[in-house]
């Protein structure tokens, strides 16, 4: 009788125990209280540094040690397992967030450049960022989805009603933990990360700056007032044409230009040998941002902090009798309202925004030839492409093949470097796209060239906004502030006036994207108060200087002969 009995209390306690306890029954809720707190804590530290992450585990707390409270009914005990699981969800989708957003872009939520993305996409173009970064992403889900499992099945196994009750030295660490929690409560600075709070905060930021992208009409009339203001004037006389080509995440690693071993850019290079050093090719320029919108707002603003209250280059073109035409092959709300309002004409071909846009940069030049032709005797024309911006596929014509051998030097190089095959599969698309942004450029420099000669002053200027990692130094396709193929970029100058502008050593120099406006406006032929010669890369007085990067910095060494100027990126300390 005695083995009997003691046989079915086992039985019984094992079913218990697979089934979860149910009311009357007890079950001390310390083990699933230690379980789901490190969940928590790894969650936590994924996205977060040390400090800041021991007191968001702090906050946790409290609605975790919600375990160790006894309950007694079946209700109570299904509401806490749901209330938990639902608490313990928001700190690991803001640690896999985090995680993610450090990991592909050296940022974190609140940065600028997330927030100004973020601000700037539609659904569309958020679905097509998923289906281009699905694997990165789907490990981040993944995890939130294992802890969701693993929190879901053991807060149902919280402390059970009993007839003895809590301990007193239970209850005395329970309240502990609940008086330490809060006083982290009583600490805004803490409490705002909390991820509920912080997400519907940061919500709130993405919302506002696209509001006020939507109304910037005022905006750009004080713009226009300012440039006046400061009446910049054109120091040289007679019809003057200046042509502007923005690419769109161009490496130049990856233009033959530059050395690539695919032949990339055969138009660029023929115009090269028909030009000599009337076309200066700049070898070391570097952007100082990763994505379009700071880069463009940089170009345009000279790279001065919006603090300093800088001049609109096109609002100063305006101002000096520039007649400014935008040209544009990307629909994109934000740059339509901060930059490419202030022309006088303004055409945007691509009516598609996202990534799955097909339009082709070649319809431009349509409207390049018509703005070419218009009699205004001063014109600036500003032609922004959508380059070699993901989708690579879609940057070229249907049935444009990649520019390569099956097994050239650069598939070797990538195979040595264990790039995978899908990652090798995008370099090929996106060397075919830079091939067909060549003819593009290409072009685009020819028609500016053969202006009729009594057109007079004529000047071209090409680059990027920002480069593309695309196996160089990772395992990953698309834009990077991780890694220096994020930020190296084309540069080319080209003037019916080169005697006036260039020295071959000027195509040596260092050069920065953000300070692309003192050249411009030197292209121009401004003269104005806020003039900065010594960030013009084709003044004598041009100095270097190191731009601050949030992953990355440039460094410049100088030979030990002449002014030839090698510029290596490699992660700060």
């Known amino acids: 009788m005695h083995l009997k009995t003691r046989w079915f209390d086992e039985k019984n306690f094992s079913r218990q125990a697979a089934q979860g306890m149910t009311a009357g029954e007890s079950g001390n ?76 872009y050296g940022s974190a939520p609140e940065a600028s450049v997330i927030i100004g993305a973020s601000a700037n996409t539609n659904v569309r173009e958020a679905l097509e960022y998923l289906s281009t970064n699905w694997r990165s992403l789907g490990i981040s889900c993944m995890c939130v989805v294992g802890t969701l499992l693993l929190v879901g099945h053991f807060s149902s196994r919280g402390r059970r009603r009993t007839s003895t009750g809590l301990s007193r030295s239970k209850t005395i660490l329970i ?248 990652l090798r599969r995008l370099r090929n698309q996106y060397d075919a796209a830079i091939q067909y942004h060549d003819f593009v450029v290409a072009r685009s420099l020819q028609m500016t060239r053969r202006i009729s000669s009594s057109d007079g002053y004529l000047a071209w200027m090409y680059l990027s906004d920002h480069g593309q990692e695309v196996g160089h130094e990772s395992n990953r396709a698309g834009h990077s502030s991780t890694t220096a193929a994020g930020y190296r970029i084309p540069t080319l100058i080209w003037s019916n006036r080169p005697a006036d502008l260039f020295a071959s050593a000027k195509a040596e120099r260092a050069f920065r994207g953000d300070w692309s406006g003192w050249t411009i406006t030197n292209l121009l032929h401004l003269q104005w108060p806020g003039d900065r010669p010594d960030r013009n890369l084709l003044d004598d007085s041009y100095r270097w200087r190191f731009p601050e990067l949030p992953v990355v910095r440039p460094v410049v060494e100088r030979a030990s002969l002449g002014m030839h100027y090698q510029v290596e990126m490699r992660s700060s300390e």
Do not use: C
């Not at 032949?263 to 100082?288: C, H």
């Not at 001063?378 to 520019?403: D, E, Q, S």
């Open 29 to 104: 809720g310390i083990f699933a209280f230690l379980v789901i707190l490190m969940a928590v804590a790894v969650s936590i530290f994924l996205g977060h540094e040390a400090r800041q992450a021991a007191q968001l585990l702090v906050l946790a707390i409290p609605m975790i040690a919600w375990l160790l409270w006894p309950v007694d009914s079946v209700g109570l005990n299904r509401f806490r397992t749901v209330t938990v699981t639902l608490w313990v969800l928001g700190f690991s989708f803001d640690g896999a967030a985090r995680q993610y957003l450090m990991a592909s």
């Open 175 to 422: 309240m502990l933990l609940l008086l330490v929690s809060a006083v982290a409560y009583s600490s805004k600075p803490w409490r705002r990360n909390l991820p509920l709070i912080y997400w519907i905060t940061w919500a709130g930021s993405v919302s506002t700056l696209r509001e006020s992208w939507s109304d910037l009409d005022d905006v750009r009339r004080v713009s226009l007032q300012r440039a006046m203001a400061v009446a910049p004037v054109l120091n040289r006389s007679g019809p003057a044409t200046v042509v502007l080509v923005i690419g769109e995440s161009i490496n130049r690693d990856n233009m033959s230009l530059y050395g690539y071993g695919r032949p990339t850019t055969p138009g660029l290079i023929a115009e090269k040998k028909v030009l000599g050093d009337s076309l200066m090719v700049v070898r070391n320029a570097w952007s100082v941002d990763a994505s379009t919108l700071p880069a463009l707002r940089n170009i345009f603003r000279f790279g001065m902090p919006s603090t300093e209250n800088p001049q609109h280059l096109l609002a100063l073109a305006r101002a000096a009798g520039y007649k400014v035409w935008w040209l544009s092959n990307q629909d994109d709300i934000a740059i339509e309202q901060e930059h490419a309002r202030l022309s006088n004409v303004f055409i945007m071909l691509n009516r598609k925004p996202g990534r799955s846009s097909t339009a082709l940069d070649e319809n431009l030049l349509d409207h390049l030839d018509v703005a070419l032709r218009d009699a205004a005797p001063h014109k600036l024309i500003v032609v922004h492409m959508i380059g070699a911006h993901p989708h690579y596929a879609l940057r070229i014509p249907p049935g444009t093949g990649p520019a390569r051998a099956r097994e050239d030097q650069v598939e070797l190089d990538l195979v040595r470097k264990n790039r995978p095959i899908w």
